[in-house]
C-alpha cells in the first residue's frame, strides 16, 4: 500500500475513495477541455454549437464509463450534462476543474484566471468529488509568488469543505527561450520535479503531473524513470500522470515508466478519445468508441501491474484514537479528527 496519504479528514477520505478504483488507483479520463475539444469535433470549431458540444461530450462519457474510476470535466460543457443526462453513473467519481483557460501560455506573466460565476462551494454542492486546478508556475518567472498565493488560499478554501484538491503544474518557456532546445528540455524535466514539489509544500492533496521526460530512445526511458523516481521521492501525496495529448502508445510508455517510479495511475484525456471525438463517421464511431475503451482498460492493467495503490486506512487502536466516541461533536471540514 501506498504510504502517502493526505490528513486524516474523512470527508476528503471519503472523495478520494470515490474518484480510485476499490484497488486504490486513479483511472481517470479527463474530459474538461475547452475550445481545444471543439477544434476535434468540426473543421470550423467555431461553428460548433453549446448544444453540439455538451452532446458530444456526455456520448464519450457513456462510451468510457465502464473503463474509469473518474471523470474530470467543466462547468461549461460537461458537469450538469452529464448529470442531468445520466451519463455518468453514480458509481464513478467526479472531479471539476476551477480555472477557465487552455494549456497555451501566451506571455511569462501569465496568472491563473478562475472561471467567472463558479466556486469550490458549487462543486460541492453538485457532489463534486475533487477540485482540479491547471497551475502555470515558473520559480522564476515575475508572477511566481502571485501564483503561490493564489494556490495557498485556494487550499485554504478547499479545506473549509473537505474537498480533495489535485493540482496540475504546467512548466512553459519564458521570453526568449526556446523549447526545440536540448538545454531547455532538460530544464524542463527538473523545473516539472520542482514544481511538483512546490505544489505539495503548498498543501494540495494529490498532483496531476507532466512526464518528465522522453520516451523515444531507450536511454531517454532510462532518464525518465530516474527523474519519475526523484519526483516521486520529492512529494508526500499521491501522483497522476497527464497525457498532454502525445500519442497513446507513447503515453502507455509513460504510464509504465511513471508508475514503476512510485505513482498511483493517470489522469488522461486526447491520447484516449481523440479519434472518438473527431471521428463523424457513423460507420467508424463504433469502432473509435471500443478502441477508446480499449485504451482505458489497458492503461488501468499498466497501472496495477506497475503503480502503488493509494488506499489510506485505520484501524483497531489507531481508528478509535483518531475518531473517539463523539468526535463529530467537535469536527469540521478542513480541521481533521476532534479539532475545534
Not at 497513446?248 to 486526447?270: D, H, M, N, P
Request: hydrophobic share 40%; with cysteine.
Amino acid at each position: 500500500m501506498n504510504t502517502k496519504q493526505t490528513n486524516v479528514d474523512p470527508g476528503k477520505m471519503r472523495s478520494l475513495q470515490r474518484v480510485t478504483s476499490a484497488d486504490g488507483f486513479f483511472l481517470i479520463c479527463a474530459l474538461d477541455h475547452l475550445s481545444d475539444f471543439q477544434e476535434l469535433l468540426a473543421p470550423d470549431p467555431g461553428a460548433v454549437t453549446y448544444q453540439q458540444t455538451g452532446e458530444a461530450k456526455i456520448e464519450l462519457i457513456r462510451a468510457l464509463a465502464p473503463a474509469c474510476s473518474a471523470f474530470l470535466l467543466d462547468a461549461r460543457y460537461g458537469l450538469a450534462q452529464a448529470i442531468a443526462s445520466r451519463a455518468l453513473p453514480g458509481s464513478v467519481g467526479l472531479m471539476a476543474s476551477i480555472e477557465d483557460e487552455d494549456y497555451k501560455p501566451v506571455s511569462a506573466t501569465r496568472k491563473t484566471r478562475f472561471r467567472e460565476n463558479w466556486s469550490t462551494r458549487q462543486m460541492k454542492l453538485l457532489g463534486v468529488d475533487v477540485c482540479k486546478l491547471l497551475w502555470f508556475y515558473r520559480p522564476d518567472s515575475t508572477v511566481a509568488e502571485h501564483q503561490r498565493q493564489v494556490l495557498l488560499s485556494l487550499v485554504a478554501e478547499c479545506a473549509k469543505l473537505s474537498l480533495p484538491l489535485v493540482v496540475e503544474p504546467i512548466w512553459y518557456p519564458l521570453e526568449g527561450e526556446d523549447p526545440r532546445a536540448g538545454a531547455w528540455k532538460s530544464r524542463r524535466v527538473d523545473g516539472i520535479i520542482e514544481s511538483a514539489r512546490e505544489a505539495d509544500s503548498l498543501g494540495v492533496d494529490t498532483l496531476k503531473v507532466e512526464f518528465p521526460g522522453y520516451v523515444a530512445t531507450e536511454e531517454g526511458r532510462s532518464q525518465a524513470l530516474e527523474a519519475c523516481k526523484r519526483l516521486d521521492a520529492s512529494v508526500s501525496v499521491p501522483w497522476v500522470i497527464l497525457s498532454a495529448g502525445v500519442g497513446y502508445e507513447s503515453f502507455k510508455t509513460q504510464v509504465e515508466i511513471a508508475c514503476r517510479a512510485g505513482a498511483s495511475g493517470f489522469l488522461a484525456g486526447r491520447s484516449i478519445w481523440r479519434d472518438l471525438a473527431s471521428t463523424r463517421d457513423p460507420k467508424t464511431r463504433k469502432a473509435a468508441a471500443a478502441e477508446a475503451t480499449h485504451r482505458l482498460a489497458e492503461l488501468g492493467a499498466v497501472t496495477r501491474k506497475q503503480g502503488k495503490p493509494f488506499a489510506p486506512e485505520l484501524k483497531g487502536e489507531a481508528l478509535a484514537l483518531t475518531f473517539p466516541d463523539g468526535w463529530y461533536a467537535n469536527w469540521q471540514a478542513g480541521a481533521g479528527a476532534g479539532s475545534q
